[in-house]
T-cell receptor
Framework: GQSLEQPSEVTAVEGAIVQINCTYQ??????LSWYQQHDGGAPTFLSY????GLEETGRFSSFLSRSDSYGYLLLQELQMKDSASYFCAVRLPTGANNLFFGTGTRLTVIP | NAGVTQTPKFRVLKTGQSMTLLCAQD?????MYWYRQDPGMGLRLIHY???????AKGEVPDGYNVSRLKKQNFLLGLESAAPSQTSVYFCASSFGLEETQYFGPGTRLLVL
């Protein structure tokens, strides 16, 4: 089976940097994805790490270390609109692009 | 492009009633998925399809059936709704392997 652990809540100040961690246990996976979901909204794709290392997309960066079974999402120059839930998800080797999601981290950005 | 759309947006059912949720995508995606999301939890895969005419079970398939008669549509059926099926249902689609999944706006279902 699979398990993904994320902190349930994180609070950070506008303009600051925040890191959301994701530790996983899985028998195999292709890579680690991150999705953002605002209250009442649909999940939207942020980033994907197929290989170990850092992927940068604007203010967002994501990191994966397979040897440590660990990844994180880094959000820089936080804005109020970044207040949302963030989910890590492993892409499973099922031949169907299946994702297994963590339980999510609710980020609150305060002024 | 409308992307992924879901019908209806909200529905209230009584225990034992049946209903069908419709998902449509106009991106010519091969793969489609149905998830449910409960409070404080991540998305859990119910069923998925890797192409027209194919379906497969995901993590939590019990009490649900699906059909993919047309490539652009993926239907989720509840034959006899139960209160435990109260949830928000999301449909998603992707072009292929290792491709981003695009999600619809969700259907909020309340079973009384």
């Amino acid at each position: 089976g699979q398990s993904l652990e994320q902190p349930s809540e994180v609070t950070a100040v506008e303009g600051a940097i925040v890191q959301i961690n994701c530790t996983y246990q899985t028998s195999g996976f292709y890579g680690l994805s991150w999705y953002q979901q605002h209250d009442g909204g649909a999940p939207t794709f942020l980033s994907y790490n197929a290989l170990d290392g850092l992927e940068e997309t604007g203010r967002f960066s994501s990191f994966l270390s397979r040897s440590d079974s660990y990844g994180y999402l880094l959000l820089q120059e936080l804005q109020m609109k970044d207040s949302a839930s963030y989910f890590c998800a492993v892409r499973l080797p099922t031949g169907a692009n299946n994702l297994f999601f963590g339980t999510g981290t609710r980020l609150t950005v305060i002024p | 492009n409308a992307g992924v759309t879901q019908t209806p947006k909200f529905r209230v059912l009584k225990t034992g009633q049946s209903m069908t949720l419709l998902c449509a995508q106009d991106m010519n995606h091969e793969y489609m998925y149905w998830y449910r999301q409960d409070p404080g939890m991540g998305l859990r895969l119910i069923h998925y399809s890797v192409g027209e005419g194919t379906t497969a079970k995901g993590e939590v398939p019990d009490g649900y059936n699906v059909s993919r008669l047309k490539k652009q549509n993926f239907l989720l059926g509840l034959e006899s709704a139960a209160p435990s099926q109260t949830s928000v249902y999301f449909c998603a689609s992707s072009f292929g392997l290792e491709e981003t999944q695009y999600f619809g706006p969700g259907t909020r279902l309340l079973v009384l």
